[in-house]
Every structure is written in C-alpha cells, then in structure tokens.
C-alpha cells in the first residue's frame, strides 16, 4: 500500500499524467514490456545488439546500439537478418559465425555481412559446429552427419542411419483370431 502511495505521489510531484495501478495492470505482460536478453557484440566491437520486447509492443524484436550509448535502434528484418543469433558459433578467427535457423544450417562472413545457407533440406538441423582450422562446418539431421567444406561449399552426408521400424506388439488376446 505504501508503495503505491509513493508512486502516485512522484506523479503528482512530476506533474505526470499516470494511470491507475491496478494488480491485474501489473501483472499483464505489455505493462512494463520485458527486459533485453540475447546480448552480443558486432563484428567490429562498436554495437551491441539484443533482443527486447518494449513496454506495449507485442513480440521481440532486434535492436542495437552504438557502444558509446544512446537510444537503442530497432533493425528492420533485413538488418537483423545479418546479425548472428544469440547461440551462434564462430571460427576462431571470428570471421564467420554458424547457426540453425527454421531447421537449416546458415553462415555469416561477418566482414561482408553475407549471409548463406549451407543445407536447405528436410528435417531439423541441429549441433552446428566449426572443425577447428580445417575449413570445415558439421551439424547433424535426422540423427545423421553432415560436413561441409566452406570454401568448395559441398556438403557431404557422413553417415547414413535409418529410422528405426518400431515394432507392433502382438497382445495374447488379438492372436486368438487368427
């Protein structure tokens, strides 16, 4: 109760329109919007970029701001396609980052900002990963291995296992009928 005294005082001091606190305001999501998250730095060091969804807006969006400071910027869809997710793997050079998005593999030259696919096939990718100074990218999908060379850009299936049949059990009772 005290709380909400105060703040309806500093409003008042403020000379600010407020709204009402109710519980059932506080507790809705688009109230206060939701704190930043997947933080990552630029290629380059001179931005940091994130993921915020903002006090009325109804999903995340990618945002930036320069390492100086000041107002974040929100990127347009086609900026935010050039910046590497959150989870992405980089060489050790960082000169390129690798990352599954709706289930195919993707890599970025973080110098260009090129981005390109490096498998585009049914099933869920998952694991994707830089051989260490070799060149070389592997991910896995449908439970088998796939390697990439980066700089032929050919993709080779290492292994080749089926999904397993999964047997039918015969109950006692449904063999009485034969």
């Known amino acids: 109760m005290e ?8 409003c008042i001091l403020a000379k600010a329109t407020c709204m009402e606190l109710t519980v059932d ?3 809705d999501s688009k109230f206060l919007g ?5 933080v990552r730095w630029s290629f380059d060091g001179s931005k940091i970029y994130f993921e915020w969804r ?3 807006e109804e999903k995340e969006e990618t945002f930036e701001v320069p390492i100086e400071g000041g107002e974040p910027r929100k990127l347009s869809k086609e900026e935010a396609k050039v910046v590497p997710p959150y989870d992405a793997k980089y060489t050790e050079d960082r000169m390129y980052a690798l990352f599954v998005e709706d289930d195919s593999v993707y890599i970025i030259d973080m110098e260009s900002g090129r ?3 490096i498998s585009e096939t049914s099933g869920k990718a998952k694991d994707a990963r830089f051989l260490k100074g070799d060149g070389k990218a592997y991910f896995t999908q449908n439970d088998n291995l796939f390697l990439s060379s980066l700089g032929e850009g050919s993709l080779v299936q ?4 089926e999904p397993r049949m999964r047997r039918r059990r015969i109950s006692p009772s449904s063999r009485s009928g034969w």
């Open 3 to 10: 709380l909400l005294f105060f703040i309806n005082l500093s």
């Open 25 to 27: 305001r506080i507790m």
């Open 34 to 38: 939701a704190p930043p998250s997947k």
């Open 54 to 56: 903002p006090t009325g």
């Open 115 to 117: 981005r390109r696919p």
């Open 158 to 161: 290492v292994t080749c296992f």
